[in-house]
């Protein structure tokens, strides 16, 4: 089991930043991603960025050059940089850990993240 502890959302006004962070404990097996996604009521779980044990990154176009993952092995926690934040980015973020082909697919509880215009 792993256990995803994320903390950093609130209300920001449109221009703004927030940092997301995601602390995972647990049974953590080395060779894993992680990621954060995205949810508004009514609509489908979104991607909003996902980074790989090694470092590789992708982004949803839609916050590709103003949010920024990374992740800090050591303390196995994923970090992610919002910058010039828009009211559309309101939503509860949901961080991920999964480990590919495997079962271990977690989710955090989530936090909200509003951006007031």
């Known amino acids: 089991q792993v256990q995803l502890a994320e903390s950093g959302g609130g209300l920001v006004q449109a221009g703004g930043s927030l940092r997301l962070s995601c602390a995972a404990s647990g049974s953590i097996s080395r060779f894993n991603n992680m990621g954060w996604y995205r949810q508004v009521p009514g609509k489908q779980r979104e991607l909003v960025a996902r980074i790989t044990y090694g470092g590789g990154t992708n982004y949803a176009d839609s916050v590709r050059g103003r949010f920024t993952i990374s992740r800090d092995n050591a303390k196995n926690t994923v970090y992610l940089e919002m910058n010039s934040l828009k009211p559309e980015d309101t939503a509860v973020y949901y961080c991920?850990?999964?480990?590919?082909?495997?079962?271990?697919?977690?989710w955090g509880q989530g936090t909200q993240v509003t951006v007031s215009s």
């Open positions: 991920n850990f999964v480990v590919p082909g495997s079962t271990m697919n977690y």
